[in-house]
């Protein structure tokens, strides 16, 4: 399996952007899909999630950031606004299918004026 992440940028603070997540196979067979985000010199932490059809996010991120997925494009997506300074890192998306994990390589959000 695996996952195309993509639509990183550079953007102003209080702007938006929308990460997607291509798999190569439909995501139905996912149990989970999510994003993580590691900013320079931290750890990968987990963004948001959803599974079945619930979703959770970081507490930095609620009310900001929305996961959402495409059945029909085999995609799911981060949508992002009210962007600050300190969401910069590279972003991850990641699904899970049984006891298996599979990672997007990372797309870089940068927000900075």
């Known amino acids: 399996v695996q996952l195309q992440a993509s639509g990183g940028g550079l953007v102003q603070p209080g702007g938006s952007l929308r990460l997607s997540c291509a798999a190569s196979r439909s995501i139905f067979s996912f149990n989970a899909m999510g994003w993580y985000h590691r900013a320079p010199g931290q750890q990968r932490d987990i963004v948001a999630f959803?599974?079945?059809?619930?979703?959770n996010y970081a507490d930095s991120v609620k009310g900001r950031f929305t996961i959402a997925r495409d059945n029909a494009k085999n995609t799911f997506y981060l949508q992002m606004i009210s962007l600050k300074p300190e969401d910069t890192a590279v972003y991850y998306c990641?699904?899970?299918?049984?006891?298996?994990?599979?990672w997007g390589q990372g797309t870089q959000v940068t927000v900075s004026s």
């Open positions: 959803i599974s079945g059809g619930s979703t």
């Open positions: 990641d699904a899970r299918a049984g006891f298996q994990n599979y």
